[in-house]
T-cell receptor, first 112, second 112 residues
Framework: DAGITQSPRHKVTETGTPVTLRCHQTENHRYMYWYRQDPGHGLRLIHYSYGVKDTDKGEVSDGYSVSRSKTEDFLLTLESATSSQTSVYFC???????????FGEGSRLTVL | EDKVVQSPLSLVVHEGDTVTLNCSYE??????LLWYKQEKKAPTFLFMLTSSGIEKKSGRLSSILDKKELFSILNITATQTGDSAVYLCAVRSGGGADGLTFGKGTHLIIQP
């Protein structure tokens, strides 16, 4: 078990509301990632972090922001949720040397 | 833009059969190719391949990489119902922390 927890695990919200998903790790990994997984698209990278306060955009970053104020926490924020952001969101942590990622259990978000 | 293509997208076989899953890729500055298994929840790591022609094995699963032809295969022999899952192929390219590029996955169903 890679010591990653995501919260909340399930959330239903309405269009236009802000949403924050939290990823917490106990492994002291430097690199953290947020992916979304949708049918027909597989896993797509939203944002990633390579250290405290160091973040960068991934393939599908529009409409999302992230913050990392501590090594152990990586937050994903939807400022104004839209129905197209209904998805399962996975947090992952990784090692620089191998590139192997360890995934959290996922957060299922439904935007009505 | 990095690209990972898996085939077939879905496959139904009977218990005891042998299956071969395919993954081709087009990436700049290839570093490694990884296989994950996903059963309902978080993807779990199977193999990481960096060198051509060297087979990685774990029980009934094995994988090999061809860096000249830019593909990898994942073999599962004597399949069991517990092998039913989505198998994800991912490639790490470039340097640093920019995560993995995933294919859409192969949904494998093993019928009793």
């Amino acid at each position: 078990d890679a010591g990653i927890t995501q919260s909340p695990r399930h959330k239903v919200t309405e269009t236009g509301t802000p949403v924050t998903l939290r990823c917490h790790q106990t492994e002291n990994h430097r690199y953290m990632y947020w992916y979304r997984q949708d049918p027909g698209h597989g896993l797509r990278l939203i944002h990633y972090s390579y250290g405290v306060k160091d973040t960068d955009k991934g393939e599908v970053s529009d409409g999302y922001s992230v913050s990392r104020s501590k090594t152990e926490d990586f937050l994903l924020t939807l400022e104004s949720a839209t129905s197209s952001q209904t998805s399962v969101y996975f947090c992952a942590i990784g090692t620089y040397d191998t590139g192997e990622l360890f995934f959290g259990e996922g957060s299922r978000l439904t935007v009505l | 833009e990095d690209k990972v293509v898996q085939s077939p997208l879905s496959l139904v076989v009977h218990e005891g059969d042998t299956v071969t899953l395919n993954c081709s890729y087009e990436v700049t500055n290839f570093r490694s190719l990884l296989w994950y298994k996903q059963e309902k929840k978080a993807p779990t790591f199977l193999f990481m391949l960096t060198s051509s022609g060297i087979e990685k094995k774990s029980g009934r699963l094995s994988s090999i990489l061809d860096k000249k032809e830019l593909f990898s295969i994942l073999n599962i022999t004597a399949t069991q119902t517990g092998d039913s899952a989505v198998y994800l192929c991912a490639v790490r390219s470039g340097g640093g922390a920019d995560g993995l590029t995933f294919g859409k996955g192969t949904h494998l169903i093993i019928q009793p």
